[in-house]
T-cell receptor
Framework: DAGVTQSPTHLIKTRGQHVTLRCSPISGHKSVSWYQQVLGQGPQFIFQYYEKEERGRGNFPDRFSARQFPNYSSELNVNALLLGDSALYLC??????????????FGPGTRLTVL | AQSVTQPDIHITVSEGASLELRCNYSYGATPYLFWYVQSPGQGLQLLLKYFSGDTLVQGIKGFEAEFKRSQSSFNLRKPSVHWSDAAEYFCAVPSGSARQLTFGSGTQLTVLP
């Protein structure tokens, strides 16, 4: 079975532009979470979606938004890009949302560079 | 809020030597704890997890971790390191209403031949 897939692999944008990152969860998983990993740091939680509804939001500005589609895939959108948005964006899928036992499976990430 | 701290930014060991990576947690009750590994250019792979019960947890790739409540620690160990273990290692704990993962800052492992 395929794991979590993300596209694109790499992306270069300039300040002020917007970007859309995509994620397809493992088949049968209904929850998708997004994390931002700045170089040299651990991943930071951005959003969690379950059954197309937002279940959690991290401490990120409103320039960041996301949605989940009926097939459980997800998009992360970032508007008005800043240099500081340069990071590896990780998507994780899980069977359900919440719960301490809910194992999250991570994709390879999208490397975003903002110039 | 639950959090984890990884005191060591970078550790270097020789191939075949033993390894211990430190993780300290901040939480009153028994926490749920995870160790992930990230190879260069890759996503995160779960090595092992602790929920309750036996304090010594076995994981993949020959790794194990021991939960010590008295020290608020969940250190990752491996008896004999292989060159392929060179990677970054993250300790994590679920927190928040969505039980999202809160990660430590990571420990970069270098393995010398």
């Amino acid at each position: 079975d395929a794991g979590v897939t993300q596209s694109p692999t790499h992306l270069i944008k300039t300040r002020g532009q917007h970007v859309t990152l995509r994620c397809s969860p493992i088949s049968g998983h209904k929850s998708v979470s997004w994390y931002q990993q700045v170089l040299g740091q651990g991943p930071q939680f951005i959003f969690q979606y379950y059954e197309k509804e937002e279940r959690g939001r991290g401490n990120f500005p409103d320039r960041f938004s996301a949605r989940q589609f009926p097939n459980y895939s997800s998009e992360l959108n970032v508007n008005a890009l800043l240099l500081g948005d340069s990071a590896l964006y990780l998507c994780a899928s899980s069977l359900s949302a919440g719960g301490n036992h809910n194992e999250q499976f991570f994709g390879p990430g999208t490397r975003l560079t903002v110039l | 809020a639950q959090s984890v701290t990884q005191p060591d930014i970078h550790i270097t060991v020789s191939e075949g030597a033993s390894l211990e990576l430190r993780c300290n947690y901040s939480y009153g009750a028994t926490p749920y704890l995870f160790w992930y590994v990230q190879s260069p250019g890759q996503g995160l792979q779960l090595l092992l997890k602790y929920f309750s019960g036996d304090t010594l947890v076995q994981g993949i790739k020959g790794f194990e971790a021991e939960f010590k409540r008295s020290q608020s620690s969940f250190n990752l160990r491996k008896p004999s390191v292989h060159w392929s273990d060179a990677a970054e290692y993250f300790c994590a704990v679920p927190s928040g209403s969505a039980r999202q993962l809160t990660f430590g800052s990571g420990t970069q492992l270098t393995v010398l031949p």
